[in-house]
């Protein structure tokens, strides 16, 4: 009984412990990432992925402590994964496009461009899409997996 309990307690710790360290450890990578060039966007996500990250292999940590047989969890981990993954396929191929467009910077907010045939005004620029203010009003969302896909044209840089 007293090693149950011993386990408990362990597993209770790795898991409180885990959510100081990620907490630090997200304000480090904080730190870290002000001081590089890295698009605000970009680091932003990187500290906020932070400290799920550290927790969720806490969580996996515990469980192993406790005597949960870990590879079954991670069998389904994995296949409820893959199952999202094909569900998430156009928005996850947005977001990757996305950080190319974050790391190239092809045209910025201001700027005048073409893009997938869409002339106008970038008012815009995120994750998943980019918003175009077209000549005769109308607001386009573009998703980014079709600009990345498609030639860009650039007619007129912002000042």
Avoid at 95 to 112: H, Y
């Amino acid at each position: 009984m007293t090693e149950i309990l011993w386990s408990v307690f362990s597993a209770a710790a790795i898991v409180g412990g885990s959510w100081f360290v990620g907490g630090w450890l997200a304000g480090l990578v904080g730190t870290l990432m002000a001081q590089t060039r890295i698009d605000p966007m970009v680091r932003a996500l990187l500290v906020r992925l932070t400290k799920p990250l550290i927790m969720g292999m806490a969580v996996i940590a515990a469980l192993a402590q406790i005597g949960v047989d870990i590879r079954v969890l991670l069998a389904i981990l994995l296949a409820g994964a893959i199952a999202v993954g094909l569900g998430l396929q156009g928005p996850v191929s947005s977001v990757i496009a996305g950080g190319i467009l974050f790391s190239r910077t092809p045209f910025r907010v201001g700027d005048e461009v073409e893009l997938a045939g869409i002339q106008g005004t970038v008012v815009g620029i995120g994750w998943l899409s980019v918003l175009i203010d077209e000549a005769n009003g109308t607001r386009t969302i573009l998703p980014n997996r079709l600009i990345t896909s498609a030639p860009m044209r650039i007619v007129k840089r912002a000042e």
